[in-house]
């Protein structure tokens, strides 16, 4: 998903109020803090727009560090609702905990639920609402905590006692807003392999847009400090997403030592470094050389997916988004091919689905005519895509379920090109490694 966050500091507490308001004049507290999500994630076919429109402290760390990185957490994860675009996973808040289902994101790193009490600011979710005055273990995040946004706008300077950090935080489509929390989170489903971690840092949000209601927030599993794979210092994370129109198969998303991969025919790529500046730290990008289709390798410049100096361009594998999106020059040398290579008349999609290739079947019973693999050549590793990888079948059309982006930009490789595919994100080495699988029966 893409976000922008921003941040300021908010008071529990009359006196604190007037701390702050102190702080305020002397130019330490006010200071907006801006992270920026610059890809659109969930911005693809009318079908995924449709679908969201309807829906898109330390301690534990310690803790589990101190485990010799030995705890590995679980969740069970699907993908939400036929014409959704995310897939969610299932984790639970507080003591008791509560368990919700949150869409499972690479593409950004705060982790957030709505919070009670919220009226009619907070969509309507699929689980019962978290309420943190019901929790033992529920604590505001102290505003100069390493791990709260506002810890960089006090620049140094002692909180009011009382300080909460308020923030909001927009994707491509929609935002939410709320307090900085701390909470213990509830990983597993069954009762033997639950883990419980305390002190997690999350967003407690009391407001937001439509876009997440089929889901009760979200996990955000980037790079950055405020994630999911930062808080719980895991090294390694895996996941299985099972096929797109399945919506009733679960996989487990599975964080620390025991994510791997089993299967044989896994291939392993290197991330290639992020750049420092937010929101491009939160990335993993990739090193895409690449692609043919079929036998035939694509005219494509070696350095269209090159991340540059100043953090433009590059290619990312995001969770969050559901439609791969190529910049243009990349997209075209695609769309010629996939065009070449079918008979049936194409028909301008970008109205209905979103989509700008499509093909008319000549009716809705009618199958899509059998089509080659996608071969992404990724850095010392093929990942190659079936046929219902890259095509979608939408509104009685088949689209190439693909978008461009402007040469130069960034582009990114999202969740229905990730179907089906057993994916490891080896932070500790710097690596992605995949193997095709059915994510539905691992
Ligand atoms: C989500 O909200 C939209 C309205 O914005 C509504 O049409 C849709 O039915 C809701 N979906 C769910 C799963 O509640
Ligand atoms: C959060 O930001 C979005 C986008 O700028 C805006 O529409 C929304 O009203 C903001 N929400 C709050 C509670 O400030
Ligand atoms: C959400 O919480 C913040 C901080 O406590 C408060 O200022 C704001 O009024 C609340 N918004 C809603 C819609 O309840
Ligand atoms: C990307 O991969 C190519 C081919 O292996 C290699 O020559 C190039 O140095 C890599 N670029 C980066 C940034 O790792
Ligand atoms: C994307 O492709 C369409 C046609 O395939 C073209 O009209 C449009 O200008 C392209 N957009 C960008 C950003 O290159």
């Known amino acids: 998903m893409s976000s922008t966050a921003t941040a300021q500091m908010a008071s529990l507490a009359v006196l604190t109020a007037l701390f702050c308001a102190t702080l305020a004049a002397s130019g330490a507290a006010g200071v907006r803090v801006e992270l920026t999500r610059i890809h659109s994630g969930l911005t693809a076919s ?27 957490v679980s969740a069970p994860t699907r993908k939400n609702s036929p014409g959704g675009g995310e897939y969610l996973m299932t984790l639970a808040i507080g003591t008791p905990p509560l368990s919700y289902p949150a869409i499972a994101d690479t593409g950004s790193d705060l982790i957030w639920t709505q919070c009670a009490p919220c009226g009619a600011q907070c969509f309507k979710q699929p689980a019962p609402l978290y309420n943190p005055a019901s929790s033992t273990t529920f604590g505001v995040l102290p505003c100069d905590s390493s791990l709260s946004i506002c810890a960089a706008a006090l620049a140094g300077a002692t909180p009011p006692p ?36 305390p002190g997690i840092a999350f967003g407690c949000s009391n407001a937001s847009s439509d876009d997440f209601n089929a889901s009760a927030g979200l996990v955000g599993l980037g790079r950055g400090r405020l994630s999911l794979v930062s808080q719980l210092s895991a090294r390694k994370f895996s996941y299985c997403l099972t096929p797109f129109q399945d919506t009733r198969s679960t996989s487990t998303l599975l964080l620390g030592p025991s994510a791997a991969l089993d299967e044989t025919g896994v291939r392993s790529t290197p991330f290639v470094a992020s750049p420092a500046e937010a929101p491009m730290n939160t990335f993993y990008y990739l090193n895409l050389t690449g692609i043919s289709l079929g036998t035939t390798a694509l005219s494509i410049r070696p350095d269209a997916f090159s991340l540059k100096a100043d953090g433009t361009g590059g290619l990312i594998i995001d969770s969050g988004t559901t439609i791969t999106s190529l910049v243009d020059a990349a997209y075209q040398q695609v769309r010629a091919a996939v065009v070449s290579l079918v008979t049936l008349p194409t028909t301008d999609g970008s109205a209905t689905t979103g989509l700008d290739l499509c ?19 990724f850095d010392g590793a093929d990942m190659v895509l079936p046929m219902d990888s890259y095509m979608i079948l939408d509104s009685g059309l088949w689209c190439l379920a693909m978008q461009n982006r402007t040469n130069g930009a960034m582009s990114t490789l999202g969740n229905y090109q990730q179907q089906n595919m057993h994916i490891l994100y080896d932070v500790g080495q710097e690596t992605l490694s995949f193997a095709p699988t059915k994510c539905s029966t691992l």
Do not use: I, K
Request: proline content about 5%.
């Open 359 to 377: 093909f008319a079947l000549p009716s809705a019973a009618s199958a899509a005519p059998a089509m080659p693999s996608m071969t992404l050549h």
């Open 46 to 72: 009318q079908f995924v727009r449709d679908a969201l429109r309807r829906d898109t402290h330390r301690h534990s760390a310690r803790q589990l560090a101190a485990s010799g990185g030995a705890a590995t």
């Open 162 to 197: 009382g300080c909460a950090c308020t923030y909001n935080q927009t994707y491509g489509t929609g935002w939410t807003s709320g307090v900085q929390g701390s909470e213990t989170f509830t990983f597993g489903s069954a009762p033997a392999d639950q883990t419980r971690v």
